[in-house]
């Protein structure tokens, strides 16, 4: 399953307690489907747990159910209702006239109470909503085909604390979270806390893989750093060598020579340990500097 059907069963298991807040997901689950028409609802959902809701919200609220048993195809489950008579009794409850109205909107006088808003929202994303796995990337949208509907969910969203993007995206409004804090809140609020705890942990290891990356990349490029400057000062020692022999380098180098040569691989930190008795590796450093600098005279 995905992280989104995952969110989706955390929600449905939540308990359908009162009227009010069964009617609010559910009216923010018909914004949010394939068609909410004076002529016909139409939900389709991939979600087993929404099919299974979805009734129990219907007879919570209205005392019927849909027109017939769910329609399987091609993996999705597909509700209906034509009935005239349910379909008026469903926009009398929401404050709509199925004979005046033709553009959807937010009834606010729904939401009044915060539960009833997280409800509606709850309703939204069950319906319209999706949300990455956050293991590849952060991402949470509400889309609906009704503009208007989708800017009044936007203003119920910024007087709960949020701040969504908008967009659109083929003829639908979309309001969506890209922040990682966000989406865990919201997942929080509307009542799928396991799964903002998911995401959560999933941060914390993206955070720590990445923090390891740059680690790994850090000494990397620290380690060829040092390869280069090694191969750099042998083979300013060997062009020496090859003239002049060992004692063509200062007494106060010699060491310094016959250290290198016999550890090219041996940090600054590991050679400086290696002399008798142990310098510090500032002062390696200079020694290599200054082996270097003599030999380009030489050459």
């Given amino acids: 399953m995905s992280f989104s059907s995952n969110v989706k069963q955390e929600l449905c298991r939540l308990p359908i307690n009162r ?22 609802v139409r939900i389709t959902t991939e979600s087993r747990d929404l099919a299974e809701r979805l009734p129990r919200l219907m007879k919570k609220v209205f005392g019927f159910s849909f027109d017939q048993e769910p329609e399987e195809s091609a993996g999705k ?17 929401f404050g709509l006239s199925a004979a005046r109205d033709v553009t959807l909107h937010v009834n606010y006088g729904m939401l009044e109470e915060d539960e ?8 939204a994303f069950l319906s319209g909503g999706s949300v990455t796995d956050p293991a590849k ?3 949470l949208e509400l889309t609906t085909s009704h503009y208007k509907v989708s800017r009044e969910t936007c203003a119920l969203l ?14 639908n409004s979309i309001l969506y979270f890209k922040r990682s804090n966000l989406i865990e809140d919201f997942l929080t609020a509307v009542g799928a806390p396991l799964a903002a705890m998911e995401l959560m942990q999933a941060k914390v290891e993206k955070n720590l893989r990445n923090t390891i990356n740059r680690q790994v990349n850090c000494e990397t490029a620290n380690l060829v750093k040092a390869a280069d400057a090694s191969a750099r000062q042998i083979a300013a020692i060997k062009s020496v060598l ?8 200062p ?24 002399f008798d008795p142990p310098i510090s590796k500032p002062g390696l450093s200079h020694r290599l500097k200054k082996i270097t600098e003599f030999a380009a005279k030489e050459n």
């Fill in 116 to 123: 009833e808003r997280l409800a509606f929202l709850r309703g």
């Fill in 158 to 171: 910024l007087d709960a604390g949020f701040s969504p993007k908008e967009t659109t995206r083929g003829g």
């Fill in 77 to 93: 489950l597909l509700f209906l209702m034509e009935s005239q008579e349910k379909i008026h009794k469903m926009f009398a409850q």
């Fill in 251 to 274: 007494d106060n180098l010699r060491e310094t020579v016959r250290l290198r040569l016999s550890y090219p691989t041996d940090s600054l930190t590991e050679l400086a340990r290696r």
């Fill in 19 to 40: 009227k009010l807040e069964a009617a609010a997901e559910l009216y923010g689950i018909l914004l949010y489907c394939n068609a909410f028409t004076a002529d016909l």
């Fill in 137 to 139: 990337r952060y991402h």
């Fill in 242 to 249: 090859r003239e002049g022999g060992e004692e063509a380098f």
